[in-house]
């Protein structure tokens, strides 16, 4: 199986602090697409960001940012600054040519104030 | 507004008992999908259709069955054969690889 790989179970931080949140991927793929979801407490899961395999440009959204790196299959997302609404489960995923979303494990971010 | 409805918000089903979730889309979708979430699992795939009348079997599908006779439609049941359905259940749907559309899911208990 094509695996989405995300090694931190749970971050904690306190506000204002900067912090990654890693994304490794598998594919066989050679057109795919990746994906960044956060899920807060209310459990429905909210878009963050797409992007295909062709598009290494990383990308800048406020506070977020997104590091992709098809050399060592990462798809990396920071968000600077932290708030305590930041705090959730995040999740990265990768789509492929039969639509199919296959999920990491999720990173639990706790913002403190 | 388009979106993704899920119902009931939550349920709670008896041992040997089959229930059914609802998901229902005006978005114009052709693929659907059903996942399962449990705490530090993250999200896992039951079933998908990409057109009606035609449907697949996800990563965990063993105990679960779907149908998808609407394109706006796609609804899971969860039969007695699933032996630990105690899960939060998601339904998406997209046009393609270019967004996926969640609904607000399904808190599964059993009693």
């Known amino acids: 199986a094509q695996k989405v790989t995300q090694a931190q179970t749970e971050i904690s931080v306190v506000e204002k602090e900067d912090v990654t949140l890693d994304c490794v991927y598998e594919t066989r793929d050679t057109t795919y697409y990746l994906f960044w979801y956060k899920q807060p407490p209310s459990g429905e899961l909210v878009f963050l960001i797409r992007?295909?395999?062709?598009?290494?440009q990383n990308e800048i959204s406020g506070r977020y940012s997104w590091n992709f790196q098809k050399s060592t299959s990462s798809f990396n997302f920071t968000i600077t600054a932290s708030q305590v609404v930041d705090s959730a489960v995040y999740f990265c995923a990768r789509g492929g040519s039969n639509y199919k979303l296959t999920f990491g494990k999720g990173t639990l971010l706790t913002v403190n104030p | 507004d388009g979106g993704i409805t899920q119902s009931p918000k939550y349920l709670f089903r008896k041992e040997g008992q089959n229930v059914t979730l609802s998901c229902e889309q005006n978005l114009n979708h052709d693929a659907m999908y059903w996942y399962r979430q449990d705490p530090g699992q993250g999200l896992r795939l039951i079933y998908y259709s990409q057109i009606v009348n035609d449907f697949q079997k996800g990563d965990i599908a063993e105990g679960y069955s779907v149908s998808r006779e609407k394109k706006e439609s796609f609804p899971l049941t969860v039969t007695s054969a699933q032996k630990n359905p105690t899960a939060f259940y998601l339904c998406?749907?997209?046009?393609?690889?270019?967004?996926?559309?969640f609904g607000s899911g399904t808190r599964l208990t059993v009693v």
């Open positions: 998406a749907s997209t046009a393609g690889n270019y967004g996926y559309t």
């Open positions: 992007r295909n395999s062709f598009d290494e």
